[in-house]
């Protein structure tokens, strides 16, 4: 859109490309959000998809670790929720205190008539998550060229184990019912997601949105054989036909990013899947995953334990230096990132002083 100020920060997109950069980019996923003192103020008694439908709430929110962090960071990401999907295919989802996202009424089978009716519903994806673009627009103009802006999604696994499940899990009993008892059913259904995923993120870079993230937050839960199945496919449909959509709509092209948490078997493969970069939660050795990630050409993200801002400032300085000197100083093939979002009563000091220790140590040449 010609509204929006020139890109002043493009580091990261740059480092996404493949690109030499002056120091690694750097981001945090869930960097705007509850940790905040700022962000309660704003959201008030506002309900947290209240906030999410509300796009001044959301681009409020999304920009105060852009301001809180001035300088230190390289990217917003659009304060939104990955369940947005399926409340756009008729699901109803609340968010509750306490307890997280929950379905009133899960998807029980594919006998229950509600999957056929998901599976039939037209979905008006640009009418449905207006709001949603609304916020993306908004922000882009707030944000006057300062750095560039995400957009994300879930991955169509994750999605389909939230609407099976009714919410989140630690066993998964229901949505391994489904894959080992309708793994034909199973497939449709996330197909249809994923479907709905390319929609959406071509519609958020209609919006203004420069650099795209699928998040698949419960890869984990999945053996390698049962990833290849029900997840590996579905990531790889994103990837081939967001491209196709973007061009459709005569948008340019945009950086991609997957992230598989505890897919730690499935970096090969993920490095194969389309995405320009591939996130890497803290399961993974950066020097082993650079290799992997160098043999096919493609950038990495991440991968600090987000518990090391718990343990005080010499630890986030040991995890800092070992994940610069593994990822081979990031002045290219890296974006600095968590290996997996900012977790509750993490103080933003620390997480400021985490920032600043990858910028002391990427600029130091002994650690290079």
């Known amino acids: 859109m010609s509204d929006f100020k020139a890109l002043k920060n493009d580091r990261i997109l740059k480092a996404a490309k493949g690109e030499k950069v002056d120091r690694p980019p750097i981001w945090v996923m869930r960097q705007a ?39 230190l960071i390289d990217a917003a990401i659009i304060f939104s929720d990955i369940l947005v999907v399926p409340q756009a295919m008729g699901m109803t989802v609340e968010m509750l205190e306490g307890k997280g996202p929950h379905f009133p009424d ?45 957009g994300f999604c879930g991955a169509p696994w994750t999605l389909l184990c939230y609407m099976v499940e009714g ?66 496919p579905h990531l790889r449909y994103i990837a081939k036909h967001l491209p196709q959509r973007l061009s459709e709509l005569e948008q340019d092209k945009v950086p991609m990013v997957v992230f598989a948490k505890g897919a730690w078997y499935a970096l090969d493969d993920l490095c194969q899947s389309g995405y320009d970069v591939v996130g890497l939660d803290w399961l993974h050795s950066p020097s082993e995953a650079l290799k992997t990630a160098k043999s096919h050409r493609v950038v990495l993200q991440g991968n600090a334990d987000p518990g090391v801002l718990y343990g005080g400032r010499e630890a ?53």
């Open 33 to 71: 959000g509850r940790y905040l003192p700022e962000y309660h103020e704003r959201k008030g008694k506002n309900d947290f998809f209240a906030c999410c439908r509300s796009p001044e709430i959301a681009s409020d929110l999304t920009l105060q670790p852009i301001v809180r962090y001035e300088g």
């Open 106 to 150: 899960p998807l029980k089978s594919p006998k229950d008539k509600q999957y056929l009716e998901l599976l039939k519903r037209k979905v008006d994806v640009k009418k449905e998550l207006s709001y949603v673009y609304e916020a993306i627009t908004l922000t882009r103009k707030k944000l006057e060229g300062k750095v560039p802006l995400f």
């Open 167 to 232: 919410g989140g899990s630690k066993i998964f009993k229901e949505v391994k019912t489904w894959i080992y008892t309708y793994p034909r059913e199973c497939n449709t259904m996330l197909a249809r997601i994923a479907e709905l995923c390319v929609e959406h993120l071509a519609r958020q870079v209609e919006a203004g949105a420069q650099i795209v993230q699928v998040f698949d937050s419960w890869a984990g839960e999945l053996s390698p054989s049962s990833f290849n199945e029900f997840a590996l």
């Open 316 to 368: 986030v300085t040991k995890v800092v230096e070992d994940m610069v000197r593994g990822f081979g100083g990031g002045k290219q093939g890296w974006i600095a990132n968590l290996g997996h979002g900012i977790t509750p009563g993490v103080n933003p000091e620390d997480l400021k002083f985490f920032f600043e220790e990858i910028h002391r140590v990427s600029g130091a040449r002994t650690m290079l």
